[in-house]
């Protein structure tokens, strides 16, 4: 399956860019260097100030062959009941950042992920779309 994005093609577009605004203005106003956490619990006061419905932590069953495995996943958060958001501060969003996002989505039956990396002077952007 192709995950790559194709620029004609945003399901969620304003979902994903109502996000994407709230986590810009974030980063301005801390700056990059901070602990994942500091990021989470700041977006978590901007998107309530936004009023943009969000679940933080949201837990999600894993499954093997229909068989419910006794560890599962916690998204970072999501949003609109449609977006998985997870939150990085490092030196680059890696290709496991993309992996474990793309698993995130198929778990979830959400169609959309972002993952957000406000561990640079710009705030790092990608989207990931089943």
Known sequence: MDYRIKQDNFPYKNETDLIINAAIDVHKDLGCGFLEIVYKDALCIELESRGH???????????YKEILLPHSFYAD???????ILEIKSKSGIANEDLAQTINYLKC???????IL?????????RRVIL
Do not use: M, Q, W
């Open 108 to 114: 979830s039956e959400c169609k959309v992920g972002l």
């Open 117 to 125: 990396n406000f561990g640079k002077p710009t705030l790092e952007i």
């Open 77 to 83: 958060f999501v949003i609109f009941d449609s977006v």
């Open 53 to 63: 419905h969000y679940e933080r932590e949201k837990r999600y069953a894993v499954y």
